[in-house]
């Protein structure tokens, strides 16, 4: 009986899973695991290297759900492929399949890295989860190129992602294909499950391009296949792209979205609400299955997976264990650095590399200074990479130190490279400089890829493009990953460019993603404690905001140390009584305060001047220390920011005035668009005796 071949039976155990899970939950996407189950199957039973029983194993190949809104079909994967956690648990149990989108359950809405073991990444976001495999995909390349010795290949993971549609309309998903066909990444391979429906109906009313043509375009190489349903030519196309040793591989599923489903097959309804209590019962008769049984696993299944995608798993890892003890024996210090990058540890006494600056007035913009840092931080630590959308030049992220080189397919010596260009070495898999072309939604998706894959990636360019790039940023977030982000010209301080390019929303914005950390450090000094503190964190993405501008290098024998900033604010110039206004400010304001502070001194106003560079560090701080920095009792407080007010008025107090823009900026020089919009000292000193009269009032 055809019911009883194991592998039928298991592709039909898959897709009864997420059909059950879904009715219950009155909630899901049922027509993709019906439609693409076949190929996940066949790649994971099949093909993948990879051992659920150590399923955080560092060579495993990655699985990628892009169409995350088809997370069932990875759940059910997950369980019967008997995936288990750290703490040799089931990481799903059929109870959580039971309660698919409830609070508690292992299965919520999408797959979430870090709720769901097996789940590589957050998706559901179209086009995100395709992008991020890049970067694991270019992880997976620059470690073998860096620790692979001969006769030790520890990296050799393939990236796969199954894709949809909808990701294949994304434009975060065509940057990323872009890239990863001119870095010609062989070890990545896409499934596109070409089912042509989308939610308002047959993908012709709005996507009718040759998708095919287009990543041969790209330099990928094409797949195409005919029928979702064989099995057979599923196994060979995925070695057929195994094969393929100089280019990333685009599968081509023509699927049938809601397959098996009589009233539900290829149609828009199979898409975005459960089938209903009697196409269920319709669909479990077509494929073999009893109408009155739910969430049935058939005794043989768990076996039949055990003995795929297990057995072969187990093996290769078994091996890979004991190529690691050899290489651990051969390579002492490589294994060490091994063992930190997968634990997201850096190496001994990094923080002995951060630069300090001398005071300096006349100073240095802390785009510059970020430079020198990172540059200092990646000698250290070999694993800290990354690029810029097109714009090192401005954001100062080139790593230049002998032996940086470039990340690139081939290999190319730096006489080779245009002046300047190969930052101390030639290019090579191996290379630490990413250039990510102008594609920063891309960038930062990648980026995340990488730091997935252990990687201390950072992601740059000017902050007002972080627009671009948001989904990607949040992304970050929602994932606990230590992404490093830089993002420069900070403000209307731009200047000439205007306001196109002169950010206002920008950091509330970026500050209004939760578990995010957001620091704009005023000088060279506090933007080196700012790398402290951002390369100390394992678990948030931390963006760290620099000046286009010169800004003074504060005298620490007059003000207070910068060391200050890891509290997120400190009290930088005080007086000795209690002073009559605070003045609070981040990074090129607060030079500015420090000069209305002198003014305010001239008149007998005693003002305390408090640097603020990250708001999110500052409210983790004790109520005690919080309140040493900003007293209740003096209620005379000036916030000054060039950018948007928003959020300011809760350290400003109801006595308060907060300085910042309300408007787009200004096309002009510096100088002309500050004093435009009242970044003055004397409009400082201003609004300090308002609030200081308000205050006594
Ligand atoms: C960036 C983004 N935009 C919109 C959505 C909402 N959404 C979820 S699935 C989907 C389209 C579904 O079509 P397709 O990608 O072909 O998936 P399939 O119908 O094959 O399941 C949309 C628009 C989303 N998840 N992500």
Redesign the pocket.
């Known amino acids: 009986m055809a019911i009883r071949d194991p592998d039928q039976l298991a592709v039909n155990t898959v897709r009864m899973l997420a059909v059950d899970a879904i009715q219950k939950a009155k909630s899901g ?1 049922p ?2 695991p019906l ?1 693409a189950a076949p190929a996940a199957y066949a790649l994971w039973q099949r093909v993948l290297r990879y051992d659920p029983a150590a399923p955080g194993w560092p060579n495993r190949d990655r699985f990628v759900l892009s ?4 997370s069932m079909l990875l759940y059910a994967l997950i369980h019967l492929a008997g995936v288990r956690t750290p703490e040799g648990k089931e990481a799903v149990t059929l109870k959580d399949i039971q309660s698919f989108r409830q609070a508690g359950s292992r299965c919520p809405g999408h797959p979430e890295y870090g709720v769901t073991t097996g789940v590589e990444t957050t998706t ?4 995100q989860g395709a992008a991020s495999s890049v970067g694991m995909a270019l992880a997976g390349r620059w470690l073998a190129a860096t620790y692979n010795r001969p006769d030790f290949p520890l990296f050799t993971f393939r990236v796969y992602a199954l894709c ?4 294949m309309m ?1 434009g975060i998903t065509s940057e990323a294909a872009s890239i990863a066909g001119h870095q010609r990444l062989a070890n990545l391979c896409w499934i596109y ?1 070409s ?1 042509r ?3 308002e109906g047959h993908t012709d009313i709005a996507f009718t391009e040759d998708v095919g043509g287009r990543f041969a375009a790209y330099g990928w190489n094409v797949i195409r296949l005919g029928d979702a349903n064989d099995l057979e030519a599923l196994t060979a196309a995925y070695r057929e792209a195994a094969a393929c040793t100089d280019r990333p591989s685009l599968i081509i599923v023509p699927s049938h ?1 809601g397959y098996g489903a009589p009233h539900k097959h290829d149609s828009p309804e199979a ?2 609400e459960p089938l209903g209590e009697e196409e269920v019962r319709l669909t479990k008769a077509f494929f073999g299955f009893d109408p009155d049984s739910s969430f049935v696993v058939p005794e043989e299944v768990p076996g039949h997976f055990a003995a795929g995608v297990g057995a072969r798993g187990a093996r290769s890892r078994g091996e890979w264990e004991s190529l690691f003890a050899g290489y651990r024996a051969r390579h002492p210090d490589l294994a060490d650095a091994l063992d930190r990058i997968f634990t997201r540890r850096l190496p001994d006494g990094w923080e002995s590399a951060l630069p300090r600056f001398a005071a300096d007035a006349k100073g240095m913009a802390t785009r510059d200074a970020s430079g020198r840092i990172l540059n200092a931080l990646a000698e250290r630590i070999p694993w800290l990479l990354g690029g810029a959308a097109d714009l090192y030049p401005s954001t100062k992220t080139r790593l230049v130190f002998a032996g940086a080189g470039d990340m690139q397919a081939g290999e190319m010596q730096a006489g080779e490279m245009q002046a300047g260009e190969g930052g101390g070495g030639g290019a090579s898999a191996g290379g630490r400089n990413m250039h990510f072309g102008i594609r920063e939604h891309a960038m930062c998706a990648i980026v995340n890829g990488m730091v997935l894959s252990g990687l201390r990636g950072f992601a740059s360019g000017f902050l007002i493009f972080t627009d671009y790039a948001r ?1 990607s940023i949040r992304l970050a977030s929602l994932m606990d990953l230590p992404v490093l982000h830089v993002w420069t010209h900070d403000s209307i301080s731009v200047g000439e460019d205007g306001p196109t390019h002169q950010p206002i929303e920008q950091l509330v914005s970026l500050r209004a993603i939760p578990g995010m950390i957001v620091i704009r450090p005023a000088d060279a000094n506090e933007m080196a404690e700012a790398y402290r503190v951002a390369l100390g964190i394992r678990d948030r993405p931390v963006a760290l905001i620099g000046s286009r501008q010169a800004l003074p290098i504060l005298d620490r024998n007059e003000y207070a140390a910068a060391s200050g900033l890891a509290k997120g604010a400190y009290v930088l110039a005080d007086g000795p009584g209690a002073p009559d206004v605070i003045l609070i400010a981040s990074g090129s304001e607060v030079a500015l305060s420090l000069a209305a502070r002198r003014l305010l001194g001239e008149e007998g106003i005693a003002a305390r001047v408090v640097s603020m560079p990250s708001w999110e560090l500052f409210d983790a701080q004790p109520p005690a220390y919080r309140e040493s920095v900003l007293p209740e009792s003096v209620r005379a407080r000036v916030t000054i920011e060039e950018g948007s007010t928003i959020g300011w008025h809760r350290y400003a107090g109801p006595d308060g005035i907060v300085l910042g823009m309300h408007t787009f900026g200004l096309s002009a020089p510096v100088k002309v668009v500050a004093e435009h919009f009242g970044f003055t000292a004397e409009r400082v000193v201003e609004a300090a005796k308002t609030v200081i009269t308000r205050s006594k009032g």
């Open positions: 996407h027509g993709t439609g169409a995350g809104h088809a559901g976001p179209l086009g949809s549609d909808g990701d994304e499950d089912n429906v989308t939610i979205i898409h975005g989904g």
